[in-house]
């Protein structure tokens, strides 16, 4: 098992034993034991009984826990307690606001094991009816299963990828030409299938190839002579598998790479119903349109967008200089200061800019004012061995519910830079939302708007915004907005960086790294950067250090 693994069974199990009502000295002692290892920077299944003794909080009975997971992929105690549990309940300690004490009350009070039942309940009012419960928990609880149940058959663009590469890989064993299409192919952020193309002259043995595919199950119902349609390895996503003969190739993959609204708005099947094409970039020859790239065809603002620039404007990985918003193990970061420094290094990026949490954020141990003064000392000390490379003194300041920022104006001052992000009470209207980020927009200290929305992909919607009013607000205080690049968030959506551009806002493309490995995020950033039409020259982590500098300076005076 790898470290995520590892932790990830342990938090589960702290969970079921919370359920069941089991010693809660024992639960909260292999929570904080789960927490140690979480932010244990090495290969966990390569510790010996000695060596885990050594983290924080791993005694001799958690250290057998840890070790049976290394060594059968599985632990007694774990099985024992998911044997006793319904499997519905582990669906019910998904949804947010409902901490595991409060589903084991649901199960034992009200004999509750799955979703739809708890949807029942809360719709005739019995949920509120339990101790520590009450109507807005209720309401809460309504709506989250309602959000579950509308993303459980789909995946983020990071997992979907690698659902891709997999099935592909098998797929290229049988096929000579084989392409992803779809959702995945235009590098959306959440896939609900995944659309493949494959090339036969034999269109009625392709079906019999395919499903010689290990963990393929066909949906024959569905499915067509041109069109294989089922499962792959017993995930939910559905799958899309067309069959092509070759002169048909390019159109076809055309047409399954296009959204439906960019194929109508180039009206593709009124010129091209009975005319093959030879490459994508002859359909924009014939009707003498700008050449759009395929993750931005949507049927969105692509033209307009395409009358004033071309693809070469459009952000690479390449052409980024730095990354500015990353972690360390000075708040809940895996990798030392130093060491993400180094890895930035190696990848020939220019700077590396940390932020980690403030002090408000008790829980990812925020940064007090004498850890500050710590931190300073070690980048100067860093800062001074290096010439070519050079680490900025940011932090992640909370934006406090009045709109504040975390920390008074004399330590904020400190900062190179400062990235202002709500991360708690998160449940807001308009009302609320509006005036809290636009108070901490108008900050003389805010130089990026983190995650502006606070969304997590499939497992927590945003909270809501009137995106016009903040981008007004941004460009009004030269504040950049942040396009998070983990996969679990991509926030700013792509939507707004149409807009964000027209009101020449730089977008910053920050992977939120809390690891070595969460610093290449930034591509899954880029991707949908590119989507939203991200320009190269609007892109704050683009510009080189001095210019970097200079615009945070801007913001300042």
């Avoid at 994508?280 to 033209?303: A, C, H, N, Q, W």
């Avoid at 700077?351 to 004498?370: P, T, V």
């Avoid at 941004?474 to 700013?492: F, H, K, Q, T």
Wanted: a negative charge; glycine letters at 6%; one cysteine or more.
């Amino acid at each position: 098992m790898g470290n995520d693994e590892i932790v990830d069974a342990l938090e589960l199990l702290v969970k079921l034993w919370d359920v069941h009502g089991i010693n809660e000295f024992k639960s909260k002692n292999l929570a904080f034991a789960a927490r140690g290892l979480d932010k244990y920077p090495g290969n966990i299944s390569s510790l010996s009984e000695s060596e885990l003794l050594q983290i924080p909080g791993v005694g001799k009975s958690i250290v057998k826990i840890i070790l049976d997971l290394v060594q059968l992929n599985s632990s007694p105690e774990l099985e024992a307690m998911l044997e006793q549990t319904p499997p519905g309940i582990l669906n019910l300690l998904k949804i947010k606001g409902l901490g595991p004490k409060k589903v084991g009350l649901i199960w034992k009070e009200l004999g509750i094991t799955d979703l739809d039942d708890l949807a029942t309940a809360c719709e005739e009012n019995k949920l509120e009816t339990l101790k520590g419960f009450g109507k807005a928990v209720q309401e809460n609880v309504l709506v989250y299963i309602q959000f579950l149940k509308q993303n459980s058959r789909k995946l983020r663009l990071d997992k979907a990828t690698q659902v891709a590469q997999i099935l592909e890989d098998s797929l290229r064993q049988h096929f000579e030409n084989v392409a992803i299409a779809g959702d995945l192919s235009r590098n959306c952020e959440v896939i609900s299938e995944l659309v493949f193309l494959v090339q036969s002259s034999e269109i009625f043995g392709a079906g019999a190839l395919i499903n010689s595919i290990e963990g393929m199950e066909e949906d024959f119902q569905e499915s067509s002579p041109f069109t294989w349609r089922g499962k792959f390895q017993s995930h939910l996503l559905d799958i899309h598998i067309h069959i092509i003969a070759p002169e048909q190739w390019e159109s076809s993959f055309f047409q399954h790479t296009a959204h439906p609204k960019h194929l109508s708005a180039i009206q593709y099947y009124k010129h091209f119903q009975s005319k093959l094409i030879s490459s994508d970039t002859e359909v924009y020859e014939v009707l003498s349109l700008p050449y759009i790239v395929p993750e931005m065809r949507e049927g969105f603002k692509e033209f307009e967008w395409s009358k004033h620039f071309t693809p070469k404007d459009l952000i690479q990985y390449a052409d980024l200089k730095g990354c500015l918003h990353n972690h360390s193990t000075y708040s809940d970061g895996k990798n030392t200061l130093l060491e993400m420094a180094e890895a930035c290094r190696a990848l020939g990026l220019q700077y590396f800019g940390i932020a980690d949490h403030s002090q408000y954020a008790a829980y990812a141990n925020g940064l007090k004012e004498d850890r500050i003064i710590a931190q300073h000392e070690e980048i100067d000390q860093l800062n001074a061995q290096w010439t070519d490379f050079a680490i900025l003194k940011g932090i992640e300041a909370d934006i406090l519910p009045d709109g504040s920022l975390d920390y008074d104006s004399g330590i904020l001052s400190r900062f190179d830079y400062v990235v202002a992000s709500v991360h708690a009470q998160l449940a807001m209207d308009l009302d609320r939302s509006m005036p809290r980020v636009i108070k901490a927009i108008e900050n003389p200290y805010t130089s990026i708007l983190g995650h502006p929305t606070g969304r997590l992909l499939l497992t927590r919607a945003g909270f809501p915004l009137q995106m016009n009013k903040i981008l007004d607000a941004c460009m009004a205080n030269g504040v950049s907005i942040e396009l998070n690049a983990s996969p679990y968030r991509l926030d700013l959506d792509w939507r707004y960086i149409y807009e964000a551009m027209d009101k020449g806002i730089y977008v910053s493309i920050n992977p939120d790294a809390h690891q070595i490995e969460g610093i290449k995020d930034m591509e899954y950033g880029v991707k949908v950067g590119r989507k939203g039409g991200l320009l190269r020259s609007l892109t704050l982590n683009a510009l080189d250090l001095p210019e970097l500098k200079t615009f945070f300076k801007k913001i300042r005076s």
